[in-house]
């Protein structure tokens, strides 16, 4: 299973990663994949276990996500 946040703008995706990553999360920027849209066409997969403490980090530093989805058989 994926985790994967998906964005309204390319820039809340690159804040989303960059201060994810400076909490010691392994966040990384991906295509959206093709079952989700999202307006930028970028998206961040996320540790699925750390799924409520993104949450608390993105309302601390007013990041806009469009939703968080989990994606069986996604790799």
Known sequence: ???IATFFVTHMALRFERECRKEGYDVRII????????????????????????????????IEVEGFHRLEGYN
Request: aromatic share 2%.
């Open 1 to 3: 299973m994926a985790c």
């Open 31 to 62: 295509p959206v994949p093709r079952s989700l849209s999202a307006s930028c066409g970028l998206a961040c997969r996320y540790p699925c276990e750390a799924e409520e403490r993104i949450k608390k980090l993105c309302a601390a530093h007013n």
